[in-house]
């Protein structure tokens, strides 16, 4: 098991930015999956982005595209999600994740360790 903890949460206003930070303890394999996924009140949990710490290939939900960046920094054992030109729509509680898979890759359910959760608030 590892455990996750996020950071970088904040308010802003619509156009802002934000860099959330994942700081995983324990071993993470080169081939796992490391996610941010995003959940507000009434609404499914959602992925927003992930990478493998291996290759550092990212992948994108279509509310990420254009304007979110994941990366994986092996060396600190931290997945970061640099949020650009962010809308009122983001505001959710931000999750990292670590999962496993080849398929449907932003799919919660791939996903077994999961952190607390860092609040996005973008409003103006």
């Known amino acids: 098991q590892v455990h996750l903890e996020e950071s970088g949460g904040g308010s802003v206003q619509p156009g802002g930015s934000l860099r959330l930070s994942c700081v995983a303890s324990?071993?993470?394999?080169?081939?796992?999956?490391m996610g941010w996924f995003r959940q507000s009140p009434g609404k499914e949990r959602e992925g927003v982005a992930t990478?493998?710490?291996?290759?550092?290939?990212?992948w994108y939900g279509d509310s990420a595209k254009g304007r979110f960046t994941i990366a994986y920094n092996n060396a600190k054992k931290t997945a970061y999600l640099q949020m650009n030109n962010l809308k009122p729509e983001d505001t959710a509680l931000y999750y990292c994740?670590?999962?496993?898979?080849?398929?449907?890759?932003?799919?919660?359910?791939?996903?077994?360790?999961w952190g607390q959760g860092t609040q996005v608030t973008v409003s103006s």
């Open positions: 994740a670590r999962g496993q898979g080849d398929s449907d890759i932003l799919n919660p359910a791939l996903y077994n360790d």
């Open positions: 990478v493998r710490p291996g290759s550092n290939t990212p």
């Open positions: 324990g071993y993470v394999r080169s081939t796992d999956l």
